[in-house]
């Protein structure tokens, strides 16, 4: 059986940090890309951050949406077929559910919803400003 599972979401003040964790079972890891997505109350579903075990080697590639650049971190325990979002200097803006997805190797590094197979049910991050 396919799990996603999200955790670590809540609310914190602007300026603070979150770390969220997407634990995952059922399927290869090294054959999943494994992405971030956000979806605000009425904005469409936009990918954050994505790690691929398949591709750069033995750590991997990640990819990193523009608009977080800088603030937000993915890494990976691959041991554990783990992937974590390190969210730093939040901004209310950033407020949205936070779901984990997961598409086959091929499509590392594509933020369209349209090519994940698997999908978490999502966490809650509020910013309060």
């Known amino acids: 059986e396919v799990q996603v599972v999200e955790s670590g979401g809540g609310l914190v003040e602007s300026g603070g940090s979150l770390r969220l964790t997407c634990a995952t079972s059922?399927?290869?890891?090294?054959?999943?890309?494994i992405t971030w997505f956000r979806q605000a109350p009425g904005k469409e579903r936009d990918g954050v951050a994505c790690?691929?075990?398949?591709?750069?080697?033995?750590?991997?590639?990640?990819y990193v949406a523009d608009s977080v650049k800088g603030r937000f971190t993915i890494s990976s325990d691959n041991g554990k077929n783990t992937v974590y979002l390190v969210m730093n200097n939040l901004k209310p803006e950033d407020t949205a559910v936070y779901y984990c997805?997961?598409?086959?190797?091929?499509?590392?590094?594509?933020?369209?919803?349209?090519?994940?197979?698997?999908w978490g049910q999502g966490v809650q991050v509020t910013v309060s400003s």
């Open positions: 997805a997961a598409a086959r190797w091929n499509y590392s590094g594509s933020f369209d919803p349209r090519h994940y197979d698997f």
């Open positions: 059922g399927f290869i890891f090294d054959d999943y890309a």
């Open positions: 790690y691929s075990a398949s591709v750069g080697g033995s750590d991997g590639t990640t």
